[in-house]
């Protein structure tokens, strides 16, 4: 199908559309009326397995806030399905049993989410048909980092010890998990793409949380694996590392096509560390959106004005959008990108 908008996966690509693109991490979610009606009636994980309220949610902010593309309703954790790992969510994720024994690691199953995780699938393909090529669709997962490390921690995490504790106390076994999460999440990405997701992003989530020479040595490698994966499915990749940006060199290194920034930097330093030929994507503090209408439009153009440096500048928030957030200052927040002219 042709896309009526072409604006974020032109800049995906290294062009400069005529007005900057804009969409919002975890733009579909808590913070808007018409998804907590909906979550009113069906838990959490009910709605992430039923295509056509999937595809209803991740239409919301497409039909209200006027984004330039639309993410699929998922998260990242649905995967474990694939593991035969149960999380549920109240409303944060928790896994019952982590991972933590050799005991534990035998018991995992490594599945194919493309049979497994098949509801997934057929979201994307109900997205696809509600959207009728308004924006594109952008799939997604967990970094292999990322998604190990609530494997193994269970939940969300100050200390990370758990994971650390692996990593560093039992380096050959911290490898073979993270190869067999990077298959598994390469052949799900594949999965996305065949059911027609027109680009994917990466959430690294975590990995802010490590030294960058624990980055280079323990989790790069894998992440490359990915990378060079989802180069040959033909759509563009965007990777999103949280909470360190003194691994922005290293992500950039990945050869990604999109390098999410979140933030904690200047953008114009991100620039300057990724390289001024590089794509990004970023920045504006979530929290932004709970302060005055003068200062997000003030706060929104110097994000604008420092993107103009990178080769192309995807406009988004550093990081997912606060439930807190008023729906009205989201929209107010697209006006300004879409209306800015430098
Ligand atoms: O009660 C509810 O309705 C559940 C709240 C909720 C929602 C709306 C969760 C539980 N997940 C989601 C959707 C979601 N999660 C999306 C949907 C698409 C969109 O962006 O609009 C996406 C992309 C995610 C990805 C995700 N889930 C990440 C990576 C991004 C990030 O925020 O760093 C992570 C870390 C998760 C785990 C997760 N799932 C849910 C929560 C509350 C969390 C975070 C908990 C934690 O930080 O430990």
Redesign the pocket.
Known sequence: MVLENTSFLDACRGRRPARTPIWM??????YLPEYREI?SKVS?LELTKTPELCAEVTLQPVDRLDVDAA???????VVFDAMGVDVE?N???EIARPVRTAADVARLRWGDPREDVGYVLDAVRACKRALAGRVPLIG?C?APF?TLSYLVEG??SREYQHIKGLMFSEPALFHQLMASMTELLCTYLGGQVEAGVDALQV?D?WAGALAPVDYREHVLPHMRRLVDHVRGLGVPLIVFV?GNASLLRQSAELGADVIGVDWTIELERAIAEVGSTRVVQGNLDPQILLGPEALIERRARDVLDAGRAARAHIFNLG??ISRFTDPGKARLLVDVVHGYSG
């Open positions: 991490m975890r733009q579909a979610g808590r979550r959490f993410i699929l309703f998922s998260d990242i954790l969510f409303p944060a994720p997604f967990g990322t939940k969300g959430f989530s949280r990081h997912g």
